[in-house]
């Protein structure tokens, strides 16, 4: 039987009344992530979105901890969206995972995305299986998939034991898979939306910035806002501590269909 764990916590990612925003560490600049994680998450950051990088890491988890050890917030009030790619042999993927613990001093991660290379697509199914395994030890706690066409999420998904509880992309208006979204709907997987303002430049594009206008917010918030109301989880990058309380400021907005439409049919 094919099960999904869904283990989320205290962060419901799947309830609509709860809109989500990711906050993305994926930054050269490692020196500054640690207070912008921190101010993140005291803005309002549940779900925080790390690369495979051990600097990067090491940068997001003191942050996390001194929040939690403060009594800001406990674990379970976060999740950690782990990204896998650097894969330098099947058979040591779970020493990866657990020397990225136990240098965080975390027990566990909410979502472990698996990104499509040579490796990993070669060896997907048993990768898969080793995953498995590492959900029924409580290592990780949901498996996710990134870069893989729907036909192998598809085939994934027919021999799993625990199925994908989320798929992470490139969305946004102009760089859009409505195939990609309609089978996430059909599985009932969380929709993780990389690159949702196309790395700035649909910031300046006339529609946006009129449709901001009309509401009296940022483009940034309307195209966060459209990602969210497309049941997607928008990922958002930076470093700025005023675009961070902007980006976390959109649950309340609400785009009209006909707006929707509108910033839809950008890409066309």
Not at 30 to 55: A, H, T, Y
Not at 102 to 118: R, V
Not at 135 to 164: C, D, T, W
Not at 208 to 235: C, H, M, T
Request: aromatic share 6%.
């Amino acid at each position: 039987a094919v099960v999904s764990t869904q283990s989320t916590g205290g962060v419901d990612v799947f309830n609509p009344g709860c809109p989500l925003v990711a906050l993305g560490t994926d930054s050269d600049d490692k020196d500054k992530l640690m207070p912008v994680v921190k101010f993140g998450i005291q803005c309002g950051f549940r779900v925080i979105d790390i690369r495979n990088d051990s600097e990067i890491f090491n940068s997001v988890a003191p942050s996390v901890n001194t929040l939690i050890s403060g009594g800001f917030l406990d674990r379970k009030d976060i999740f950690i969206v782990f990204k896998l790619s650097k894969i330098l042999n099947v058979k040591h993927i779970e020493n990866q995972i657990t020397s990225h613990l136990s240098a965080c001093q975390w027990s566990y991660i909410d979502l472990l995305i698996l990104q499509k290379n040579s490796a990993t697509e070669n060896n997907l199914f048993i990768l898969w299986r080793t995953l498995e395994n590492l959900i029924m030890r409580k290592v990780i706690k949901n498996i996710g998939l990134s870069g893989f066409s729907v036909e192998q999420m598809e085939q994934l998904i027919h021999v799993a034991v625990i199925k994908p509880f989320a798929v992470q992309a490139k969305l946004n208006p102009i760089e859009t898979d409505d195939f990609l979204r309609e089978f996430c709907h059909r599985h009932n997987l969380l929709l993780i939306a990389k690159s949702p303002l196309q790395h700035g430049k649909l910031l300046c594009n006339p529609s946006v910035i009129d449709i901001a206008g009309q509401y009296k917010v940022s483009p940034a918030q309307v195209l966060l806002a459209w990602a969210i109301q497309k049941r997607s989880v928008p990922v958002v990058q930076t470093l700025n501590t005023d675009h961070i309380k902007e980006n976390i400021m959109v649950s309340d907005l609400k785009l009209s269909e006909r707006d929707m439409k509108v910033i839809s049919s950008l890409g066309d």
